[in-house]
């Protein structure tokens, strides 16, 4: 298995820099990742407010796929996580939903034991593996690695787990692909601006798709389908992610989109990703069986 050690890093997605590895259409790839704090927090003495701050929300890469062209797609199958012993967790003032209420900054250290977070004497936590950076290289301007957006990025997406598939929109020839800020717990939303964040490996499986034409990234599992959509506002970013999953559906199957909504109406879910980052993340998600019975495909 090919591997990328985490001394390969991007701070923000770009067009512009250089590919940290090669590889071709349908290999897989073991990447080192650090978690969002640059591995700068390791002990109950490290502060936040010493930390180097230009070097948080590093992902590993950029991964240069052959046959992945401006106009179509990557397809990132997540085949596992694996952790470091450790986590960190942090909130702060004007930090994430609560922190209009915080005058400074707290941190918090977990050991993970087996398949649990130890939260405390009390409190255990099953581990939910998820990575909360990764994208794609966008058409524009550089983005940084803390900011979500039609490329991926940093939308927090619990559903970013192992045995999820990943379909991006590539704006530049190789994709140059990276991820990282894992979790090894998260909820829907990362309310207080961080997870259970946690250095390790991810190992994904990339596969240009150079015929598949997307406008945002897209995410399927064993059961269900869904759009992935980042906007200013949590309102904007369902709204985005409900008219592209009507608007896919028709398109690739004939049906009455007004038949298609109140079907979905019925059957899917809008879900918070992330409500804390510059643009606000929601996915909806439909149950893959009923796509099935209309023979969709992408």
Known sequence: MIELSDDKILYAFSKDLEPALTVKSGETVRVRT?????????????????????A?????????????????????????????????????????????????WS?????????????DDKVRLSLTPMIGVIGVAPAGDPVNCGTPGVHGGNM???????????YFPVAVDGALFGCGDMH??????????????AAGHATVTLTALPDLSIDT????????????????????????AVHRMVDLVSDRTGKDP??????????GNVEVCQ??????TVRFMVPKHVLDSYGFEL
Do not use: H
């Open 275 to 280: 409500m804390v980052d510059p643009e606000k």
């Open 56 to 104: 948080i929300n590093p992902a590993t890469g950029p991964i240069y796929v052959e046959g992945a062209v401006a106009g179509g797609s990557l397809k990132v199958r997540i085949d596992a996580i694996e952790f470091d012993g450790q986590t960190a967790s942090c909130t702060g003032k004007d930090e994430g939903v609560y922190g209009d209420k915080l005058e400074c």
């Open 217 to 240: 990234p897209l995410i399927e599992n064993e059961t269900e389908f869904g759009v992935i959509y980042s906007a200013e506002t949590l309102d904007a970013a369902a709204d985005g």
């Open 107 to 119: 941190t918090r250290l977990c050991k993970i034991e087996e398949d649990e977070l130890v939260w």
């Open 34 to 54: 650090k978690d969002c704090f640059g591995n700068q927090v390791q002990t109950p003495e490290d502060e936040l407010d010493s930390i180097d701050w230009d």
């Open 156 to 166: 927090d997406n619990t559903k970013i787990a192992p045995g999820a598939t990943l």
């Open 258 to 267: 007004a038949e298609l909504v109140m079907l979905f109406s019925l059957c």
């Open 184 to 197: 090894a717990v998260m909820g829907d939303g990362e309310v207080s601006v961080s997870g259970a964040e």
